[in-house]
């Protein structure tokens, strides 16, 4: 596809700018205007539009294509929280106006927005205050383990690990290694949850905290949950919970609950803002009581005289997270999508995602292998092992389901499970979207047994075929990569 410079003709046009509604602030001095125009492409209205979506439609998304990308839960995004978020009443505001620092008289909105939600969340998950501040899970992640640190130090205690199971996100480890910690990890058991014995002979007053998805990157719940709280508090450890699976369980356990002290809940996973392609996104952490004083700062309060306001007093605090309070769009449509869906709503969410993936793993079982083969919540991990024998791999029955419309699973996570395939197909999907799925596996799984070689030619239907990976991780020109 042409660049939209090389579409350029001189004196084309697709724009026209408005008239200046502020009057010219000065003239900008010769020296630093520039010599000669700028080399923007001039293209007519309809050759805009054409071109991107002519773009557009080279992508795969939940707009368009069934994405059932396990751990990620790209579930449809409801219109209507994007309007919410385009209200100009929020879009206009700006961070830097000085009432925010002063007594916040111009956005009481906003921070009423910020103030309501992190109520919510508190309910649906049983903790007690919460930060909306950071920007994607793994920045949460981060957020969470420095608090935990702040916490131990201001405690005098001398901790030295994290204690994390091998079935955890890539982020875990990565974000308890970044706040200064070491990382034990914990292998899984043969039902897919961390090894209890293996857990309580790694577990001593050294730990700081275990991190746990619940249920996990499998799909499991961890049945004993509540003796490992129990065991960890006593080994003066906090609980920190990886909350990019709450779409599991949202309405039916709450993580504070569960004996957990510490939260991220992934914004643009469970509370549906668009994601993918690198954001972006809201990590928000909530804590237990004994952790609110190191939250970061600002922090929104609500004043006596009910005005909302920004704190920055906190001695205690971690410190700033990121600029101003967070991506305050994913923010806001979290709060648009918790008030369109309502209790109700929220509950029928989890109980319609663990359907969706129960129905999926019932009907794929015959034809492919699961390794952890017992009811999942709202995910699931085939393995592609048995097709591995012909020479299919997982990443060829991807590039299989890419040809017939369907975005590919998550591939070759979690690690612990050889060819995986983890399959979420959340709460949005229609019976008739998830058997065309079934069929469609159904079909590479047979094509697998009669002619595997041809699985080396997927995909024919997408501009770039098969890209040499490693290239394509160190020559990002996307030209060479075709072919
Ligand atoms: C997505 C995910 C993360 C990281 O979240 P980001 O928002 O992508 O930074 C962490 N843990 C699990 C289990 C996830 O699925």
Known sequence: MELIFEKSRPGRRGVTLPAKDVPAACEVDGRYRRGRDAELPCVSEPGVVRHFTGLSKMNFGIDSHFYPLGSCTMKYNPKFTERIAGLEEFTSLHPLGPQLVRGAMLTQGALEVISNLGSVLCEITG????????MAGAHGELTGVMLIAAYHRHKGNRKKYVLIPDSGHGTNPASAAIAGYKVRTIRSDTSGVMDLGEFKRSLDEDAAAVMLTCPNTLGVFNPHIKEIADLTHKAGALMYYDGANLNAILGKARPGDLGFDVVHLNLHKTFATPHGGGGPGAGPVGVKKDLIPFLPVPRVIRRTDGMFALDFEEPLSIGYISPFYGNFAVILKAYAYVLLLG???LIEVSESAVLNANYLKC????????PYDK????????SASRQSEK????TDIAKGLIDKGIHPPTVYFPLIVKEAMMIEPTETESKETLDRFVEVMIE????????????????RTTPVCRPDEVKAARDMDVCSLSG
């Open 127 to 134: 903790m007690e205050s919460f930060t909306t501040q950071p």
């Open 343 to 345: 209790r109700k709503g």
């Open 363 to 370: 009907r794929l079982r015959k034809y492919y292998d699961i």
């Open 375 to 382: 009811d999942c919540l709202h995910e699931f991990v085939l």
């Open 391 to 394: 020479g299919v791999h997982a």
């Open 444 to 459: 590479l799984a047979a094509l697998a047994e009669k002619d595997p070689g041809v699985f080396k030619e997927f995909p």
